[in-house]
Nanobody
């Protein structure tokens, strides 16, 4: 069973920044796609950003230009840099990892954007 350990959530004011980090219990080199999803209360879980083994990235329209996903093979982490945060970015953020056959989820980390 692969574990995904998330860190970096918290409370931030509108316009501020946070950096989320996801550390898998296996090498990220063996994970085809890693992604961040988010889910607010009463709303479905949606993709925020994804990155493949070759570094191709995709972003939700709502975060383009503000969020950046990156893979660090040396640290074995996938990070999500979130800038210019808005109240509507508040949600539980989940790390997701997909191999060719299996999908894994982290426990989630809360991000709250509020003044």
């Amino acid at each position: 069973q692969v574990q995904l350990v998330e860190s970096g959530g918290g409370l931030v004011q509108p316009g501020g920044s946070l950096r989320l980090s996801c550390a898998p219990s296996i090498s990220i080199r063996g994970i085809y796609v890693m992604a961040w999803y988010r889910q607010a209360p009463g709303v479905r879980r949606d993709l925020v950003a994804r990155i493949t083994t070759v570094g191709s990235t995709n972003y939700a329209d709502s975060v383009k230009g503000r969020f950046t996903i990156s893979r660090d093979n040396a640290k074995n982490t996938v990070d999500l840099q979130m800038n210019s945060l808005k109240p509507e970015d508040s949600a539980v953020y989940y790390c997701n990892a997909k191999t060719l056959t299996v999908e894994y989820w982290g426990q989630g980390t809360q991000v709250t954007v509020s003044s």
